[in-house]
């Protein structure tokens, strides 16, 4: 087992320092520039964005709106990347690592917003009437004429949010389990734990898009505000060590110390990766959430998971990195979930370490379901035939038990090389494709400009109408001529 883990780590290496961190930062100071910063200048526009209902759909239920779909992505956003990602990132590449996660996240917001603009313009109507699929997959097929790209794309994600992630959700959930319930633990612990998980989770994966969206309606918001409680009265028993934490973070980016010793490239390396695996900027994954809504414009659902980035990355992750930082841990000896945990009980006391234990399960749960409809989605992109599904879901039950068992390093280091052989393919296809997105980005703003609430009517000058399937279609010329061209 050592030596599997070693070859992979040595893949990582080679894949994320000499090919993903450079394409990832080139990309999104490209989309920044070419959208005029949307993701700064728009921030308002997000709020107003995520907060609009969804229509009700012709069998009289409500379709996923525009918070539904931010929910779903934030269910697999918001997981144990947030928690054990996090502490990993500081325990590798110290404090600095927190600098460069932020950074990597407003720059990853623009690529967050070409990614999810791009796959509600090229979503395809699902079975249930008011319901899409879409993303990576069928904006290469409609978008690039490249089914075989779309193919690719569609199998990586599969195994890795279907089967990869959802193994490391499993595993980081018995570890916190481990620690709380020490008392408890034996050979007996960890199957019991990923027998429960599994149960649990094909309760939920055995419903529709719509079951999924209404359960991370409720369980996101609950798991969010349970921890940024605890993280806050963490911060606020240590207000005088704020000043000195944030002097660390920034010295720990840019200090001479990590310069001269090579700490600033681990630090940088630590904050993409985990900072990928936590807001999955650019990944390609949130595109199939965004897929799902019924928004009257696709720009609406770019913004609303480019914020989806900030509360990830710059709200949940930061919270993470001052329960650490303000507890004067020691970073040698404890990493992952085990070091947030020891942080928080450092602080708060004992129970603090019980909370976090259940937010660690909605979290990861939650993620559980965001994970099981992203590889859902892809499955159907692959095959219509219902087997198949039926199929994948109990695969993915067998992951989460599989994942329960498993040994936390090597789970964690095939999360990191399928998480960047899946961005790569991803970002190949939004990069030729990103000049649609900033189209529709000037389409919107002249509509707002005007003071009306945008409403999409697809032209041929945006993109090719046979690719859209999904948005009213018309001739340029039968609109006014000054709209964007």
Known sequence: MDAVNSVVVDINDVLWSWL???????????????????????????????????????DGKRSVSAFGAFSISAAARVGTGNIAGVATAISVGGPGAVFWMWAMATLGAASAFVESTLAQLYKRPEHEPGTFRGGPAYYMEHGLRRRWQGMIFAV?????????????????????????????????FAPLIGLCLSTLLGLVIFGGVRRISHITEVLVPVMAMVYLLLGIAVVALNIGDLPRVVADIVGGAFGLREVVGGGIGVAIAQGIRRGMFSNEAGLGSSPNAAAAADVSHPVKQGLVQSLGVYFDTLLICS??????LTSHPDLSERRGADLTQSALQATLGTWAGHVLTAVVFMLAFSSMIGNF??????????????????????????????????????????????MGVMALVNLTAIIPLGVIAFRLLADYRAQRKAGVDPV????????????????????????????PQ
């Open 20 to 58: 993903l961190i450079p394409l990832v930062i080139g990309a999104g100071l490209y989309f920044t520039v070419r959208s005029g910063v949307v993701q700064l200048r728009m921030i308002p526009e997000m709020f107003r964005a995520v907060a609009e209902k969804g229509p009700v759909a012709a």
């Open 156 to 188: 990586i994600i599969t195994v890795t949010f279907g089967f990869v992630f959802n193994a490391v959700q499993s595993n980081t959930i018995v570890a916190t389990g481990r620690a709380t319930l020490s008392a408890l633990d034996g050979d007996w």
């Open 319 to 324: 919270i993470t990195a001052f329960i650490i």
């Open 373 to 418: 409809y992203y590889g859902r989605t892809n499955i159907e992109f692959i095959t219509d035939k219902p087997q198949v599904l039926t199929a994948f879901r109990v695969l993915v039950l067998l992951a989460v038990f599989g994942g329960a068992l498993g040994s936390v390093s090597l789970v964690w280091n095939l999360a990191d090389v399928f």
């Open 456 to 483: 999409y009517v697809h032209r041929p000058e945006i993109a090719d109408p046979a690719g859209v399937a999904c948005w009213q279609t018309t001739i340029a010329s039968s609109l006014p001529t000054d709209r």
